[in-house]
């Protein structure tokens, strides 16, 4: 049964946050969501650097490479952690141009983790104390996007995702429905250990939000890997005026779920998505 920690209030604003998505399981829709996060980030012109840490499987290189600043993030190789944590100093701070003006530094961040990568994300949190690091040293809060699917290891990895977070983090659970309606999460909504965290996150005020994904039919999403497109260039390509309808009606869903958690995924200047 998971176990809180000292309380501790979400009342405070911080001035950097760092969105990691993950799915710990291959194929439950990670790289999905942080294609579609990009994209909103994009259009809503938020200025953000995003790393791809699923290095066998880069979408989020692979499509937005070229549309905003992505890096690679080796998130399996000793040491690399390490690197990317004493980076994030560097990227939080002003610098100068070729001219001597000012460019400010990065607020927000978003990762992508590969699938099984839990036991090196708790080592990271648990010996590195990356958490209590970036929230001390970067004025920065991390919020942690679980994208699951129906069955019962979604549910395990959010407790153990909560087991060595606590309440260090703000969490949002993304419902994939290409897997089913809402109501079809059931070993979600009938979990215990998933109603005691959401009790005692709530004591301690931290933010624990659902929103779904929603299901982009077959043909356009394979349209769109198959030509490497990111969701906007879907909706712009004149090829298949089918994929341009499906893609801007998905783009468009996936916003307003975006919307509901937008305070804790760097969007909480936006005015409206």
């Given at each position: 049964m998971p176990q809180t920690k000292t309380a501790v209030s979400n009342k405070k604003q911080w001035s950097r946050r760092l969105v990691i998505v993950t799915g710990d399981k291959g194929g439950v829709g990670k790289s999905t969501f942080a294609r579609g996060l990009a994209q909103t980030y994009l259009d809503m012109k938020k200025e953000f650097l995003a790393f791809d840490a699923d290095i066998s499987n880069s979408h989020l290189n692979r499509f937005y490479g070229d549309k905003c600043l992505v890096r690679k993030l080796d998130f399996f190789t000793e040491g690399n952690v390490d690197i990317f944590l004493d980076d994030l100093k560097e990227l939080i701070e002003d610098s100068l141009d070729t001219e001597g003006a000012v460019i400010p530094g990065k607020s927000l961040f978003l990762l992508e983790l590969p699938p099984q990568s839990m036991r090196i994300l708790r080592d990271v949190v648990e010996q590195m104390k990356f958490l209590s690091t970036v929230e001390e040293l970067y004025d920065m809060r991390v919020t942690i996007v679980v994208v699951i699917s129906r069955v019962m290891d979604s549910v395990r990895q959010l407790t153990t995702l909560y087991d060595f977070c606590q309440d260090q983090v703000d969490y949002v659970v993304v419902k994939?429905?290409?897997?089913?309606?809402?109501?079809?999460?059931?070993?979600?909504?009938?979990?215990?250990?998933?109603?005691?965290?959401?009790?005692?996150?709530?004591?301690?005020?931290?933010?624990?939000?659902?929103?779904?994904?929603?299901?982009?039919?077959?043909?356009?999403?394979?349209?769109?890997?198959?030509?490497?497109?990111?969701?906007?260039?879907?909706?712009?390509?004149?090829?298949?005026?089918?994929?341009?309808?499906?893609?801007?009606?998905?783009?468009?869903?996936?916003?307003?779920?975006?919307?509901?958690?937008k305070s804790i995924l760097g969007l909480n200047d936006v005015p409206r998505l």
């Open positions: 994939n429905l290409f897997f089913g309606s809402p109501e079809n999460f059931v070993r979600y909504k009938e979990s215990s250990d998933v109603t005691t965290i959401k009790d005692l996150l709530k004591e301690s005020e931290i933010p624990f939000l659902e929103i779904t994904m929603p299901d982009l039919i077959e043909h356009a999403y394979d349209y769109l890997d198959k030509n490497s497109l990111t969701f906007n260039q879907g909706i712009e390509q004149k090829e298949k005026p089918s994929v341009k309808g499906r893609v801007s009606t998905w783009i468009s869903k996936f916003k307003e779920q975006v919307w509901l958690a």
